[in-house]
């Protein structure tokens, strides 16, 4: 089992930024591959980045090239997400799940063992 506690949410203006942070504990953290996804209401759930196991690799769905970066300190157990030049529609609870399979950068949330609460992000205009 692998614990999931994501933090760092909040209400920010258009263009401005916020820093998510996933604490794990449990089982070994550098033994996943990580990843976030969001939910905006009545939306289904979307990809927004992945990590591999050593933070070498990472894969960005298109809507947030650019402007979010996805990191882990494994020495830490903790999994980021550092969110710039925000837009409206960034605006949804984020998840950071864990994926212990072989495809470390899936887009797929079925391919994902383990997942936090949520945090809420809200972005004003």
């Known amino acids: 089992q692998v614990q999931l506690v994501e933090s760092g949410g909040g209400l920010v203006q258009a263009g401005g930024s916020l820093r998510l942070s996933c604490a794990a504990s449990?089982?070994?953290?550098?033994?996943?591959?990580m990843g976030w996804f969001r939910q905006a209401p009545g939306k289904e759930r979307e990809f927004v980045a992945a990590?591999?196991?050593?933070?070498?690799?990472?894969y960005y769905a298109d809507s947030v090239k650019g402007r979010f970066t996805i990191s882990r300190d494994n020495a830490k157990n903790t999994l980021y997400l550092q969110m710039n030049s925000l837009k409206p529609e960034d605006t949804a609870i984020y998840y950071c799940?864990?994926?212990?399979?072989?495809?470390?950068?899936?887009?797929?949330?079925?391919?994902?063992?383990?997942w936090g609460q949520g945090t809420q992000v809200t972005v004003s205009s």
């Open positions: 799940a864990a994926n212990r399979g072989s495809s470390w950068n899936s887009p797929r949330p079925h391919e994902y063992d383990y």
């Open positions: 990590i591999n196991w050593n933070g070498v690799y990472r």
């Open positions: 449990g089982r070994t953290f550098s033994n996943y591959a």
